[in-house]
């Protein structure tokens, strides 16, 4: 593809550039990627609010030269073999006042303030990530299971988060859709069948969070079937507090420590070793 030139052509070069350098940072895990799941047609790449720039086709195109043919959607739909929707997979932030399409701007103006505040010396100032705590709550039990709320006024909350759970919630039964499961990541608690501040719980709603916290990782499992049951799990290092059934070998040998996350009967999620909740299943 011939290259843009002008100021166009220096935004795609910066954007390609920068995707260049997010892969060789990260080169164990995109070779990780390539090699386990995307030459192995199991990989499909959602867009987020960050990931705007995939929108371009010569960004796009550096994609693939660095992971192979790989599919880049706003979101996933599974459907069972009469092709009824059973769920829909994406990234939350489609649907709140910041990063939503043609919305999106608002969202980096507000990464760009945050970052700039987050970088200013003795300035005390939230970087919208989780705790220092967050791995000992988590194992400990001690993870909130509620739906985000945000201000009306500014569509945000003072920990950075601008999709409104409690409001999705509603207008997803509105819309008929509490049989349908939605899957969503990085927005930016993670919740499985959480609690509206009605009392409600959203039975068919998971989302993994952020992703990472210190020493451990957040993510959505889900083996698929006509009756979706994804799991919200949580990856960490073993010590000495570690129980033995939730030490898992991975494919490399490692060792690590492996739970998912069940909603009590509270507003809380309960660890519980992954192996014996993959027995039980």
């Known amino acids: 593809m011939a290259e843009t030139v002008g100021f166009p052509g220096l935004l795609i ?6 995707l260049d ?9 995109y070779r990780t990627i390539r090699q386990r799941f995307a030459a192995k047609d199991r990989y499909i790449r959602l867009v987020g609010n960050h990931d705007d720039a995939t929108h371009r086709d010569e960004v796009a195109d550096r994609l693939i030269e660095h992971l192979g043919p790989t599919p880049v959607t706003d979101y996933l739909a599974a459907r069972d073999p009469d092709g009824n929707l059973r769920a829909v997979i994406a990234h939350g932030h489609h649907t709140d006042g910041w990063n939503a399409p043609s919305r999106d701007l608002l969202g980096k103006l507000s ?10 010396p003795r300035l005390r ?20 299971n509620r739906l985000i709320a945000v201000s009306p006024t500014f569509g945000a909350n003072a920990a950075y988060d601008s999709l409104d759970e409690e409001l999705l ?14 899957i969503l990541g990085h927005t930016h608690v993670p919740v499985r069948s959480p609690v509206s501040r009605t009392g409600r719980r959203w ?37 000495a507090e570690t129980d033995p059934e939730a030490v898992v070998v991975t494919p490399g040998g490692h060792r690590l420590a492996g739970y998912v996350l069940v909603p009590d009967d509270g507003t809380g999620l309960v660890p519980i070793p992954r192996t014996a909740v993959i027995a039980a299943a």
């Open 203 to 239: 039975f068919r709603y998971a989302n993994s969070g952020c992703g990472i916290a210190r020493d451990v990782i957040t993510g959505i499992e889900w083996s698929g079937g006509t009756d979706p049951a994804p799991r919200l799990v949580a990856w960490t290092f073993i010590d």
């Open 21 to 29: 350098a997010i892969v060789a940072n990260n080169a164990a895990i």
């Open 13 to 18: 070069g910066v954007y390609r550039h920068h």
């Open 125 to 144: 100032s939230p970087e919208g990530l989780p705790p220092r705590s967050a791995r000992s709550r988590l194992l400990k039990g001690r993870l909130s």
């Open 169 to 182: 919630c509603t207008a997803m039964s509105d819309a008929g859709h509490d049989e349908r499961w939605l």
């Open 111 to 120: 990464s760009w303030l945050s970052n700039t505040l987050v970088d200013v």
